[in-house]
Each structure stands twice: as C-alpha cells, then as structure tokens.
C-alpha cells in the first residue's frame, strides 16, 4: 500500500511541471497566453525570463500584439519546470517562425519579445534561467536599447515591476 501511494505521489508531483503541447488560444498581454493542449486542458503561461508593459503602460498593447504575432493560433511547445503563485505555468514558448515554412518549433518567443524591444530581461529572475540563457536575454536587451527597439524609443521607459508599484 505504501508503496502505492508513493508512486502515485511521485507521478503527480512529475505531471505538475511537465512540459505541454498545444495551441495558443489566446494572447493575455505581451508576456502571458492561454494554451489548449491536446486533452482540451487550457493553461494560462506566463512567459520565463521577461516582462513585458503593462496594458496601460506605453507598448502594453504593442507588446502583446507583437507576441501574437508569432503565437496566435500557432502550435507552440513549452517548456516548464514550475507554476507561480497565481498558478500560470512559468516555461520557454517555442514556435515555427513565421518566416520559416519548413522549420520546426526553433523560435524562442520569450527572446523574440526582448530582441524586438517588447519586454525587459527580467533580472531578478535571472538566477532561475540557465547561464546561456541568461547571456542571451541580456544581450538581446541591451542590443534593442541601443538600437532603440520598440519600447526603448523612449530614453525614460518604465519597468513594468516599477509600474505596478
């Protein structure tokens, strides 16, 4: 009997954090959807690594149509390791870039924002991403403020973590 109930444990606590395969269904704001996976379960994803503007910030509505851009209706793949407090899945969205037909789910959406200067690189988080990862965001970042990307146009931006304070 115990031995049951451990493994019962073990397979939920290994299925709470899986990774999940679906269709975005929608697009909340420009680092968080909505994915209906393949037994109809809809899982609201906040994207890992990024924030994006508030909807009532400058690039709120901006950010999230650019995120809809690449993932609205769209197969995507996540990869997750955990929920947050809210009970969003936190994963890395990958999707077929749009310019590409023939390619398979190589498009790291949560990177795509930063690099299009639709989210900052969440550094407070940072510790949670893997050291390449956390390379990549940053550079991307300060790529797109130095080219004044999207929300970097304006020298005077507020973080969204700042905004909501």
């Not at 444990?9 to 679906?22: N, S």
């Not at 704001?29 to 809809?42: P, Q, R, Y």
């Not at 959406?109 to 390449?132: D, H, S």
């Amino acid at each position: 009997m115990r031995t049951l109930v451990f493994a019962l444990v073990l397979t939920a606590v290994a299925t709470a954090h899986a990774d999940i395969t679906g269709r975005v269904v929608a697009v909340t704001d420009g680092d968080t959807i909505k994915v209906l996976d393949a037994s109809n379960t809809e899982h609201k994803v906040r994207l890992t690594g990024i924030d994006a503007p508030e909807r009532g910030q400058p690039f709120g509505n901006k950010s999230r149509e650019h995120l809809a851009s690449m993932v609205a209706g769209k197969d995507v793949f996540v990869e997750t390791e955990k929920n947050d407090r809210y009970g969003r899945v936190l994963g890395k969205v990958w999707v077929q870039p749009n310019d590409c037909p023939k390619c398979g789910k190589t498009l790291d959406a949560n990177l795509a924002q930063v690099t299009a200067g639709m989210a900052w690189w969440y550094r407070y988080y940072a510790k949670e991403q893997l050291p390449e990862d956390r390379g990549r965001y940053e550079s991307a970042e300060d790529e797109a403020n130095a080219r004044k990307r999207g929300l970097w146009v304006d020298p005077h931006a507020i973080p969204p973590w700042e905004f909501r304070r």
